[in-house]
T-cell receptor, first 111, second 116 residues
Framework: QKEVEQNSGPLSVPEGAIASLNCTYS??????FFWYRQYSGKSPELIMF????GDKEDGRFTAQLNKASQYVSLLIRDSQPSDSATYLC???????????FGGGTRLMVKP | EPEVTQTPSHQVTQMGQEVILRCVPI?????FYWYRQILGQKVEFLVS????????KSEIFDDQFSVERPDGSNFTLKIRSTKLEDSAMYFC??????????????FGEGSRLTVL
């Protein structure tokens, strides 16, 4: 059974701070890792993806992947109240064309 | 910006009734998917569809479920005889390429199904 685990939160950070969201996965052969943002009652919206070990930056967002530790994280710099949402980690295994989602971490950015 | 569109946004049905949820994927995308999310729970994969056939399905996608691409634009999910536990938000998604080839998955706004 492939598992993707996230702390459900809420993670509360002040406006302007760095928010750090973490995710672990069980399938060592996993290939691709995605971060989605989901506002309450809305659909998941892709923020970024990462395939290789190390860091990948896109604007205020940085994804970090450590395949040896089976760990992927998302850093949000200069957090804004509009970043308040649930952040979903999703993993694609080494076979098939499906994503396995974690339960999400609820982020609250306080003005 | 191209988007995945879904109808209806909300459907209420009686247990045992058939339901069809409709989706129009992004026009140049080749891979289509249905996911669902029961309230307060994880997003779960149901089925993927490529080249006019199912390429992968989960344990949730049993004989009560079917998918179809009846024409060049629509992609439908049918639930033959709904159960209370089918109540969920159903998301259609599409990608231009396989997720193994760096394809990005784009979700529609969802269809909320309530089974009474």
């Amino acid at each position: 059974q492939k598992e993707v685990e996230q702390n459900s939160g809420p993670l509360s950070v002040p406006e302007g701070a760095i928010a750090s969201l973490n995710c672990t996965y069980s399938d060592r052969g996993s290939q691709s890792f995605f971060w989605y943002r989901q506002y309450s009652g809305k659909s998941p919206e892709l923020i970024m993806f990462i395939y290789s070990n190390g860091d990948k930056e896109d604007g205020r967002f940085t994804a970090q992947l450590n395949k040896a530790s089976q760990y992927v994280s998302l850093l949000i710099r200069d957090s804004q109240p509009s970043d308040s949402a649930t952040y979903l980690c999703a993993v694609k295994g080494n076979a098939g064309n499906m994503l396995t989602f974690g339960g999400g971490t609820r982020l609250m950015v306080k003005p | 910006e191209p988007e995945v569109t879904q109808t209806p946004s909300h459907q209420v049905t009686q247990m045992g009734q058939e339901v069809i949820l409709r989706c129009v994927p992004i026009s140049n995308h080749l891979y289509f998917y249905w996911y669902r999310q029961i309230l307060g729970q994880k997003v779960e994969f149901l089925v993927s569809f490529y080249n006019n056939e199912i390429s992968e399905k989960s344990e949730i996608f049993d004989d009560q479920f079917s998918v179809e691409r009846p024409d060049g634009s629509n992609f439908t999910l049918k639930i033959r005889s709904t159960k209370l536990e089918d109540s969920a938000m159903y998301f259609c998604a599409s990608s231009a390429d396989s997720l193994a080839n760096t394809g990005e998955l784009f979700f529609g706004e969802g269809s909320r199904l309530t089974v009474l």
